[in-house]
């Protein structure tokens, strides 16, 4: 099992519908979670970052943290094709004391 | 702020020959790392510092050295490049004032392909 898994996609939803992202993780212990979006051919910039149970919301964006299930997911309100990009999600890995990236989703907003 | 910076954009290297890739950050932070991106396998750290002075393996070291210069600047070394180190390197820094969990803010990359 890897240590953080994400779905790679492409996950294609249409423009102003709500896109969602999955991201599962192996350390129950992890305490830190971020949301990172890669347009093709650049660097990874942050979106939202998560420390606690519950949802936090960001405008149109929303990260969802559940220890329990250990996921996080991201969610994208009125989808625009500027959204059109990689998420990476990132955990911090108490066992392993770093942060550990996903492969990345590929979304693509259809017009 | 330039925030962080990266040298060279592209580089073409054969088979044996060594390289060094530079990273800088304007921003004052204390960590800084090193991650390279390859198609379907996300980023994997190759090594990190935590502080000025101090160094430390990540996921996949092998095949590189580093050296944080200064608070600022932290350069990754290829002493022998193989093809299987053909890939896209991004630096990031980060306050690294909560043991590393916080934000990471990343370079511009560098696609470096060894013939």
């Known amino acids: 099992q890897k240590e953080v898994e994400q779905n790679s996609g492409p996950l294609s939803v249409p423009e102003g519908a709500i896109a969602s992202l999955n991201c599962t993780y192996s350390d129950r212990g992890s305490q830190s979670f971020f949301w990172y979006r890669q347009y093709s051919g650049k660097s990874p910039e942050l979106i939202m970052s998560i420390y606690s149970n519950g949802d936090k919301e960001d405008g149109r964006f929303t990260a969802q943290l559940n220890k329990a299930s250990q996921y996080v997911s991201l969610l994208i309100r009125d989808s625009q094709p500027s959204d059109s990009a990689t998420y990476l999600c990132?955990?911090?890995?108490?066992?392993?004391?770093?942060?550990?990236f996903g492969s990345g989703t590929r979304l693509s907003i259809r017009p | 702020n330039a925030g962080v910076t990266q040298t060279p954009k592209f580089q073409v290297l054969k088979t044996g020959q060594s390289m060094t890739l530079q990273c800088a950050q304007d921003?004052?932070?204390?960590?800084m790392y090193w991650y390279r991106q390859d198609p379907g396998m996300g980023l994997r750290l190759i090594y990190y510092s935590a502080s000025e002075g101090t160094t430390d393996k990540g996921e996949v070291p092998n095949g590189y050295n580093v050296s944080r210069l200064n608070k600022r600047e932290f350069s990754l070394r290829l002493e022998s490049a193989a093809p299987s180190q053909t890939s896209v390197y991004f630096c990031a820094s980060s306050e690294g004032l909560a043991g590393n969990t916080d934000t990471q803010y990343f370079g511009p990359g560098t696609r470096l392909t060894v013939l």
């Open positions: 990132a955990v911090f890995l108490s066992s392993a004391s770093k942060i550990i």
């Open positions: 921003m004052n932070h204390n960590s």
